[in-house]
């Protein structure tokens, strides 16, 4: 991982936490979950609070998220809001924590002045087993404590404030009164301060879960619908009322559903020939049989008329794999015709042709699904599904990651939100991305 890294493609754009009494906040929110306070003198945290050097620290990837669900989150300051997740078992971690702050944001303010706020996003399970676990979460709840005891003492405040309305003899009560001055000088004016969070509670929208390999959720009006491993606990054939189950190797019916639920963009020149997916799609497929055939070749020093070289001496490979010439006919066939006949491709080469329809809330979780059906078009997998992007680097040869880093560098991570918007149609940013 030293490329990711070097290049910030891993654990990229975290808050940096040195000073003193930020670490003695975090350590007293660790304190808090159980477990025992870093020593490190300094390390970064993502949107979550979590920390890629406490969690070598600690020896637990999961030190915020025990059993991969029920999630803890350490908030420092409300500038985690602009920071990306980089750890979750759900796809829509981040989302759920975008509308904490942005239903908090004063609350987050005014506590973070002077104390951290910690706790954990609950699920309706405290351990998943099988994918009822995962449907019957429908709502969160974050509770929420503060690691200097700040939202106690404001309680306690409001508590006090409210007795001396409504009890007569209170004003003679010199230890009360003591005491609501000693919380004041820690919480402030609670009447101008809002120091509790006013909304706890967020729905659970369609999410992919990292448990049993991968579960993808999609709700619907009526229905929901889960794509997943067959082998999966709980995943039924029989496809009962209200819940369909589609196995994540059945691409027929996997476009069936997205393109019915007009999730799926299909083919027009109007964003194909613009967009430039295919022949990007077409460039990794082919660099990806480079590879495959000689892992020790620098892709990156490669050029047009070697690669033409090697497309000849390896016409029957690039003809078996098929992906590289269906893309070329494809690009030129919307070229003379404008469109594709979806029919009349085979299904497994179906989602090389399109991308999440760019209005559909779910177009994060679209392409996610999209790219994992795409695995040579790594920098579709690093925007959408990282997870999926770092597990298959594991198994490229060193020359391989070296164009990939590259690749990325200079492609997406010079502009992401246009990167975006031109090959996906994307018209908002994501800071999960």
Known sequence: MKLLLEAELIYGRLLDISEPHLIARYNKALQGFGLRPTALPSFQIDMTGFSPEIADELGDRDYLDPNRVNRR????????????????????????????????????????????????????????????????????????????????????????????????????????????????????????NALVPDKLVFRHDAFWANHFGGVYVFLDEKTTTVICDPSVPGFRR??????????????????????????????????????????????????????????????????????????????????????????????????????IKMQDVAPENRFLLV???????????????????????????FVFDKQGFYAAYEHYSEKFREYVVATLTSTYLRDKVAFRKRLYGLKEDNTNA
């Open 73 to 192: 989150f350490i908030i420092m300051t409300p500038d985690q809001e602009e920071l990306p997740v980089v750890h979750t078992s759900f796809s829509n971690t981040a989302a759920l924590m975008h509308e904490f702050f942005g239903a908090n944001r004063r609350a987050i303010n005014a506590v973070t002045i002077k104390d951290a706020l910690y706790g954990e996003i609950e699920d309706s399970v405290s351990v998943v087993n099988d994918i009822d676990d995962l449907l019957s979460i429908n709502e969160v709840r974050f509770r929420v404590l503060s690691a200097e005891d700040m939202l106690g003492k404001a309680a306690e405040l409001r508590t006090l404030v409210d007795r001396l309305k409504t009890v007569p003899t209170a004003w003679a009560d010199d230890a009360l009164l003591n005491r609501m001055v000693d919380l004041a000088k820690v919480t402030g004016d609670i009447r101008e």
């Open 355 to 381: 991308r999440a329809a760019p209005d559909h809330p779910d177009q994060w979780l679209t392409n996610r699904l999209i790219s994992q059906l795409c695995p040579s078009d790594f920098v579709s997998r």
């Open 238 to 339: 029989s496809r009962p009322w209200q819940v369909g189950y589609i196995s994540l190797s059945d691409h027929q019916r996997i476009y069936e559903f997205l393109a019915s639920t007009n999730r799926l963009q299909l083919p027009q020149a109007s964003w194909v020939q613009d967009s430039g997916l295919y022949q990007h799609r077409a460039d990794m497929a082919l660099r990806a049989l480079v590879n495959q055939v000689d892992p020790t070749t620098d892709i990156n020093a490669i050029d047009a008329i070697w690669l033409q070289t090697w497309l000849h001496r390896n016409s029957a490979l690039v003809s078996t794999d098929g992906t590289y010439p269906f893309l070329q006919t494809m690009i030129r066939t919307i070229l003379a015709s404008g469109s």
